[in-house]
T-cell receptor, first 112, second 113 residues
Framework: QKEVEQNSGPLSVPEGAIASLNCTYS??????FFWYRQYSGKSPELIMF????GDKEDGRFTAQLNKASQYVSLLIRDSQPSDSATYLC????????????FGGGTRLMVKP | ETGVTQSPTHLIKTRGQQVTLRCSSQ?????VSWYQQALGQGPQFIFQ???????GRGNFPPRFSGLQFPNYSSELNVNALELDDSALYLC????????????FGPGTRLTVL
């Protein structure tokens, strides 16, 4: 069974610090990787996607992908209290069409 | 540009009843996927529709069914509701079945009593 694993947290960081969120996946035959942010009671919001090994930066967010280690991470620089949310990692595996397989999410708390 | 919309926002049903949830895809998107999110868990894929045809299905029983219309809006139907069907139902649209970025609507919160 193809799985996506995340530490449920909560991960607590002080305001202004770098938050590092991690995700591992079970199958090397994976092609696409996504990070969604979900505020309590709301739906997931796409914040980053990455398809190739290496880093991808967008504003305060950096996604890092290491296919050899089956590992994808999200760094949030200059964390703000408004970044407090659950972050969901999702993977599209080969031969899985366009189906997103989600991890359980990591709850991030940014303390002022 | 209009985002993904879903209706209703909340719904309360009793066990054994049937329910229909609706979704309008983002402007220009022809692919709609449905997910179920139980409390405290990540979303689980139910199925996807592309150009009015089912284009993939997750591990859900046949009492979960769907439709896509010519304007790319979609419905999710659930028959013989069970208590475990209580969840947030999410619709996501994408530009096409080959474009992987999926954008979620606000969801429908279903409670089965």
């Amino acid at each position: 069974q193809k799985e996506v694993e995340q530490n449920s947290g909560p991960l607590s960081v002080p305001e202004g610090a770098i938050a590092s969120l991690n995700c591992t996946y079970s199958d090397r035959g994976s092609q696409s990787f996504f990070w969604y942010r979900q505020y309590s009671g709301k739906s997931p919001e796409l914040i980053m996607f990455i398809y190739s090994n290496g880093d991808k930066e967008d504003g305060r967010f950096t996604a890092q992908l290491n296919k050899a280690s089956q590992y994808v991470s999200l760094l949030i620089r200059d964390s703000q209290p408004s970044d407090s949310a659950t972050y969901l990692c999702a993977v599209i595996y080969d031969n899985a069409g366009n189906m997103l397989t989600f991890g359980g999410g990591t709850r991030l708390m940014v303390k002022p | 540009e209009t985002g993904v919309t879903q209706s209703p926002t909340h719904l309360i049903k009793t066990r054994g009843q049937q329910v229909t949830l609706r979704c309008s895809s983002q402007s220009g998107h022809n692919t709609v996927s449905w997910y179920q999110q139980a409390l405290g868990q990540g979303p689980q894929f139910i199925f996807q529709y592309y150009r009015e045809e089912e284009n993939g299905r997750g591990n859900f029983p046949p009492r979960f069914s769907g439709l896509q219309f010519p304007n790319y809006s979609s419905e999710l139907n659930v028959n013989a509701l069970e208590l475990d069907d209580s969840a947030l139902y999410l619709c996501a649209s994408s530009l096409s079945a080959s474009r992987n970025e999926q954008f979620f609507g606000p969801g429908t919160r279903l409670t089965v009593l």
